[in-house]
C-alpha cells in the first residue's frame, strides 16, 4: 500500500473556502479513496454527519490493514445513508504521485497551458500529498481552478 498522510487534520491553503464546514471532499480523503479504491460521490459525503467527514480525515489509511478498515467504513456508512453501496476503483499499485522519477504527462501540460515549467528536482521535493493534489488538479474531469493556487501554496512559481 502507499505511505498516506493520515491522522492529522490537515488542508491545503488552495481549499480553505470549503473545508470550514467540510462540504466538499478534501484532498486528503480523496487520496485515500485512490488508495483503497472507493469511489465516493459527493452527494454520499453530503449524506455523513459532520463527525462522520471528520472519521474519514482522521482514520489511517496506510497499511493493508488499515486500508481495509477505511475502506469497510466508508462502504458502511455509504449503504446506512443511501442504500446502496460507493461503486470501487482500480487501486494502482504504483501511484503516479509516488513516482518520482518522471512528473506525470497531465500535470506537465496543465502547468504549460498556465505557461508554467515544472522541473523533476521540484516534483521530487514535493510531498506525495501534493503530487496527488496536482495530479488530481490537472485531470480534465476535475474542476481545475485550483491547479494555479496549488502551484503557488507548494511554491513552484517563480
Given at each position: 500500500?502507499?505511505?498516506?498522510?493520515?491522522?492529522?487534520?490537515?488542508?491545503?491553503q488552495f481549499e480553505t473556502d470549503f473545508v470550514r464546514d467540510l462540504r466538499c471532499i478534501p484532498m486528503q480523503v480523496r487520496m485515500k479513496l485512490?488508495?483503497?479504491?472507493?469511489?465516493?460521490?459527493?452527494?454520499?459525503?453530503?449524506?455523513?454527519?459532520?463527525?462522520?467527514?471528520?472519521?474519514?480525515?482522521?482514520?489511517?489509511?496506510?497499511?493493508?490493514?488499515?486500508?481495509?478498515?477505511?475502506?469497510?467504513?466508508?462502504?458502511?456508512?455509504?449503504?446506512?445513508?443511501?442504500?446502496?453501496?460507493?461503486?470501487?476503483?482500480?487501486?494502482?499499485?504504483?501511484?503516479?504521485?509516488?513516482?518520482?522519477?518522471?512528473?506525470?504527462?497531465?500535470?506537465?501540460?496543465?502547468?504549460?497551458?498556465?505557461?508554467?515549467?515544472?522541473?523533476?528536482?521540484?516534483?521530487v521535493n514535493l510531498s506525495p500529498s501534493q503530487r496527488f493534489a496536482l495530479l488530481k488538479l490537472s485531470r480534465p474531469s476535475h474542476e481545475n481552478?485550483?491547479?494555479?493556487?496549488?502551484?503557488?501554496?507548494?511554491?513552484?512559481?517563480?
Amino acid at each position: 500500500m502507499t505511505a498516506i498522510s493520515n491522522s492529522e487534520r490537515y488542508f491545503f491553503q488552495f481549499e480553505t473556502d470549503f473545508v470550514r464546514d467540510l462540504r466538499c471532499i478534501p484532498m486528503q480523503v480523496r487520496m485515500k479513496l485512490d488508495t483503497c479504491g472507493v469511489k465516493l460521490k459527493l452527494v454520499h459525503w453530503h449524506q455523513f454527519t459532520l463527525e462522520e467527514r471528520e472519521q474519514a480525515i482522521t482514520l489511517p489509511c496506510q497499511t493493508v490493514e488499515e486500508c481495509q478498515t477505511y475502506r469497510q467504513m466508508l462502504r458502511d456508512l455509504v449503504r446506512a445513508r443511501s442504500g446502496e453501496f460507493p461503486k470501487d476503483l482500480p487501486v494502482d499499485p504504483h501511484p503516479l504521485w509516488l513516482d518520482e522519477s518522471s512528473i506525470p504527462e497531465v500535470v506537465c501540460e496543465k502547468a504549460e497551458s498556465m505557461k508554467v515549467s515544472l522541473t523533476l528536482e521540484q516534483w521530487v521535493n514535493l510531498s506525495p500529498s501534493q503530487r496527488f493534489a496536482l495530479l488530481k488538479l490537472s485531470r480534465p474531469s476535475h474542476e481545475n481552478h485550483n491547479f494555479l493556487p496549488a502551484l503557488r501554496e507548494f511554491k513552484l512559481l517563480p
